[in-house]
Nanobody, 123 residues
Framework: QVQLVESGGGSVQAGGSLRLSCAAS?????MGWFRRAPGKARERIAT???????NYADAVKGRFTISHDNAKNTLHLLMNSLKPEDTAMYYC????????????????????WGQGTQVTVSS
């Protein structure tokens, strides 16, 4: 079992930045971030795998940066140029696959989830 604990959510104005963190109880090969906006399905937005390969959803490419601190088993998501449409509950997810599953709505591809952290962007 892997426990995931997110932190760093909050409220910010459009154009601002936030940094999310996800502390894992121990190392796991693939970690990523999903989000669920009101009235929408949970979607994958960024992943980093065993080979340090990174993938972003088109909606966040160029604005969000995912990184992993191997020494601390902690995943980060730096979110810049935030937009109101980024408002959502953000979830950390993980699986033992060395290559991260990349389906946008592939929540069943991930075995471990954090409790979520809210991000609210006002216009």
């Amino acid at each position: 079992q892997v426990q995931l604990v997110e932190s760093g959510g909050g409220s910010v104005q459009a154009g601002g930045s936030l940094r999310l963190s996800c502390a894992a109880s121990h190392y796991i090969a693939c970690m990523g971030w999903f989000r669920r906006a009101p009235g929408k399905a949970r979607e994958r937005i960024a992943t980093i795998d065993y080979y340090a390969s990174i993938n972003y959803a088109d909606a966040v490419k160029g604005r969000f940066t995912i990184s992993h601190d191997n020494a601390k088993n902690t995943l980060h998501l730096l979110m810049n140029s935030l937009k109101p449409e980024d408002t959502a509950m953000y979830y950390c997810a993980a699986t033992s696959y060395r290559t991260c599953p990349l389906r946008i709505y592939g929540t069943h591809d991930y075995d471990y989830w954090g409790q979520g952290t809210q991000v609210t962007v006002s216009s």
